[in-house]
């Protein structure tokens, strides 16, 4: 029986203390710190270069030289290196240590370039700035300095300049003890000694900004930025990455309205200060010239420029049109993962409250069924982190979600977590798991079920050694289980009933939903799902709760993202034809599964709206173009994967007449003849935390209240708000953080347009309000939920099944807007069991004829040897020889089987 996961096993025990003497006055510090992070709490700064908090200690630059009392005295020893021991004295300014570091700075400029007024460090450089403070006035050194070509770009993204490096092995060691990927090092000895890649090898890793955020002097550069902006020119605000669910904090700077970079701050709990190379770059897609900038109405054919009151009163016409001639379900709704809460809030209550639509999907067909991903009990990632074991019931974290991939290998690499993986092919985490157990698509629920009962029957993908072993790991201690979306080419239903045997084996673990898409799980949470209202209740729990306060809401469940559009593509045999489709912020052209289902259903729609931030396959078809405010240019909040409500900071102004999606959805409320009640993003928040069951108590003043800045899990346990430690605000290391220290801090409230409310509260009871007549508060969703899983046939012996998984970088608008980004699209071969290959006589590197039931395409196939036999794997939404894996995907059927012949 697995052990219980509590909200606060992740949370640090009181660790044992012990006191020192510190330039003449006692300090006390926890047991086993390091001098440097004991000195620095204290108040006491000690310069350095290769120390940072997140990274092991190795005493390179010498910079940190302190003089520490021991058996023979004082000596000199690396404040990064040493632990603090009880009674030691410890003088970091005495002339013996200013002469040590007057040495080091003076050895560290001797080949340096005096480059300052053209390197894009100056200005937030530690070199220059610990070289003002405590290094010589003048250089001794009359010799040339030596010399390298510069730049070199060692990748697409980053940029190396050799002639500043100071061999601190930041980037180094990040790469190989962080990243896990080893592909930068020192090369060559002596004054030759610089930093490198290796023959022919890029360094294509997915977090290799993270290098260029770290390096304490301007050797490494990235591309976006490089002389892009000076650090006093730049403006700044905290927020939160929205790239994927995640939801790493962020500083995003600015100057002259454009975004210029994204840092990643230090959050604990959520993301160490690193960020994902998508994450940190696609910021550019905001500053593009191709945005939307003015409404649209489709007048002869023709898209034409309009004012916002002509285009919501056509679109208030049009859907009133479908809604009178054919009923409320005619109408559906499609996306709002990229929107904020408060933004998908008010166009859940629009299309629940007042068009009387449930149909209405942020999910897009590639996520979990909602019930399931708001129902299962939720872990935290810090939860995980500390877990003895958890079960990878998903795809690719590396490629779908990079920093829960960067914690969960930490915790395998530095801890003592035990990955137990189960997947149909191979991913980034399969090198460290303990056990890595294969299924074949359809057999998920299998597995599970072998997984958690000795007796149940384990599908022929299985190994039997690997499963015990899985069993015994399962059995006992803390357990998380990560459950998402391995294939793309598979039902949904078919994870989720995997999940949820998981979770009926297995009552005390905790789940942490994979949902990839960026603020998809506060989507859900504000009820953008079908048969879902805001603050995880269903409409039957939560209808007559939500039609007192709104006036009504739909009768009965709506259509997911697939029945909404099989019921626009052909007229539906049970049910109402989709007659008018609204894409919020979504290109289901690209984005859902089965791209020929999609394509028909916007052939078929009547009357179709967009609200979108640019141009795209969508806005082409519709009749009416609604421009939206992006991300970086609306406050508000997002929740990411664990429940945790942060703030977005507004930086830039929206370009031309975007509005930011909560406004476009109040208007049009009016010119629907209704009245939303909101007009700010304010009150939007005032009203979902007095509705929401999952969301009571979390207030503005929660939200703005001192070290609550890493964001707010919900819903808000009985006790206090927890405040996590952040290395941002307890200036651990400042330039660990470089660059964000350099301009000036400004917080979210009035950026993220969450000023404090004087009527609100910090406890979870502090909610008042409701009304003597209102009925009584729903429950939020807890438990398993009734699914109606397709029945999935046995395989026959010539066709195979498809796999098909995200990549990181793929044809989306969050890559394909940003020209840095753009080319690391490659295209993916598709892959096969190499025995399956020989069957059929086709060589690595060959082309073959792959064949569905609607469907052909010829692409280059290539041996994988971690799929099981009988299955085709390919990355999805990225470029096979002809169209891309999409094409092949057919959601009629609860798996893609297909044939496969040698040309």
Known sequence: MSEPVTPDDAEAEPRETVSFTLDGREVTSPKGELLIAAAERAGTFIPRFCYHPRMKSVGVCRMCLVEVSGPRGATLQPSCFVEVQPGSEVVTDSDKVKKAQDGVLEFLLINHPLDCPVCDKGGECP?????????????????????????????????????????????????????????????????????????????????????????PVGALTAAPYRFAARPWDLDQVESTCTTCSVGCRVAVQSSSNRVTRLLGIDADPVNHGWLCDKGRFAFDSVNSEDRLTEPMVRKDGVLVPTSWYEALEAVASGLNGVITDSGAEAVAVLGGARLTNEGAYTWAKLAKGILGTDSVDAQMGDGLPA????????????????????????????????????????????????????????????????????????????????????????????????????????????????????????????????????????????????????????????GLAPGLLPGRVTLESGGAWFTHAWGSVPAARGRDAEAILKAAADDPADGTRVRALVALGSDPLSDFPDRRLAERAFAGAEFVVAVA???????????????????????????????????????????GQAWPDWMIASELAVHLGGDLGLDSVGEVWDEVERLAPAYRGITRAVLDAPGTGDGVVAPLQSRAVAISRRLGSVPLDPIAVSGIESVERQGAPPRAGLAESPTAGLAADAVGGDGSDAPTRPEALSGPVDLVVPHVSPNDSYSLRLVASRALYDQGAAVSAVPSLAGLVSPAPLRANPLDLDELGVVSGGTVRVRTATASAAVTVVPDASLPRKVVAADFNVPLDQGTVADLIDTDSPVVELRMENL
């Not at 770009?153 to 100071?166: A, H, K, N, Q, Y």
């Not at 000694?193 to 890793?205: D, G, I």
């Not at 009416?624 to 945790?644: D, I, Q, S």
């Open 371 to 526: 019930e399931v991903a708001l129902g299962l009990p939720r872990a935290t990632i810090d939860q995980a982190a500390a877990a003895d074991t958890v079960v990878l019931l998903t795809g690719d974290l590396r490629e779908e979600l990079p920093i829960l991939f960067l914690r969960l290998r930490a915790a395998v690499v530095d801890g003592s977590l035990s990955l137990v993986e189960l997947s149909p092919q191979a991913t980034s985490l399969t090198p460290y798991a303990t056990t890595s157990l294969r299924y074949g698509p359809g057999d998920a629920a299998a597995l599970a079920r072998a997984l958690v009962d000795p007796d149940a029957p384990a599908p022929a993908a299985t190994d039997v050694g690997q499963l015990a072993a899985a069993r015994r790991l399962t059995g006992a201690g803390k357990v998380v289980v990560i459950a998402g979306r391995p294939s793309l080419a598979e039902d949904g239903m078919l994870v989720a009933e995997a999940a949820q045997v998981l979770a009926a084996a297995l009552p005390d673990a905790r789940f942490l939903a994979a949902l990839r898409r960026g603020n998809v799980h506060g989507a859900l949470d504000m």
């Open 613 to 655: 931030t640019a141009p795209g396959a969508v806005t082409e078809l519709a009749d009416v173009v609604l421009p939206a405010a992006e991300a970086h240019e609306r406050p508000g909040t997002t929740t990411n994967l664990e429940g945790r409500i942060s703030r977005l900071g507004q930086k830039l102004v929206a370009p």
């Open 127 to 215: 070199l220059q700035d610990q070289t003002l403070a405590y290094g010589p006035g003048e250089s001794r050194f009359v010799e040339e300095k030596r010399h390298f070509e510069k730049p070199i770009p060692i990748s697409e993204l980053v940029l190396l300049d050799r002639e500043r490096c100071i061999q601190c092995s930041r980037c180094t060691r990040f790469a190989d003890e962080v990243a896990g990927e080893a592909q930068i090092d020192f090369i060559g000895r002596g004054d030759r000694l610089e930093v490198n890649t290796f023959p022919e090898l890029p360094f294509a890793s997915y977090f290799s900004g993270n290098t260029v955020q770290i390096c």
